[in-house]
């Protein structure tokens, strides 16, 4: 097989390139003599790593805590973070507890939000928010979307935009094309609901 300049360049020696797809994996080597043959034969040994116009990427592992793997919605409610000003500026309580409402908000519009697992603030239910700030849910979730200026029935799928934390890693949920739509629509990048 002809591979590119490139693959050859970087090749370590003792090993061999394999193409899969359109990526050059590089795989530890060796030969041993095997009787009845007139030429040794090629052992594989393992996966080196990827070879590609850049140069040779080793093999890196992760070590992962599968026991404890966490899920949180991250693009509904940073989209919805971004009126929380507009939303205090609009409310005579202090600053903190208008904050504590407009975050309790997001959390009962969306309760997978990664705001539950922020100990700094007090994330209320829908009971101790209508005896506290005498407010009407309803009413509170028609401002919120005046706010933002969409229907947050239209904004649904911004809340399968995840993060997933296992131990120590997070990974980011991949978007999807209606969610990649709605982002252009909606004015804002994949970085900004990340």
Known sequence: MKYPD?????RPKGTVIKKVRETYYVYYATSKRVPGKNYPVQ???????KVDQYGFHPLTRAVVDTERVQVRECGFTNFLLKFEDE???????????????????????????YL????????????????????????????????????????????????????????????????????????VTEDEIR
Request: glycine share 6%.
């Open 43 to 49: 052992v594989i040994k393992g996966l080196a790593g």
């Open 87 to 113: 939303y205090v500026s609009r409310r005579n309580e202090p600053v903190k507890e208008c904050r504590n409402l407009y975050r309790s908000m997001i959390v009962y519009l969306s309760p997978e939000s």
């Open 6 to 10: 490139y693959v050859r360049q970087y």
């Open 116 to 187: 539950c697992d922020d100990e700094g603030q007090k994330i209320y239910s829908a009971e101790e928010m209508v005896k506290k700030f005498h407010i009407g849910i309803p009413n509170q979730i028609t401002a919120i979307g005046k706010m933002c200026e969409y229907d947050l029935k239209d904004l649904e799928p911004l809340k399968r935009i995840s993060n997933v934390r296992m131990g120590e890693r997070v990974f980011a949920s991949e978007l999807t094309q209606q969610q990649k739509e709605l982002l252009e629509k909606i004015g």
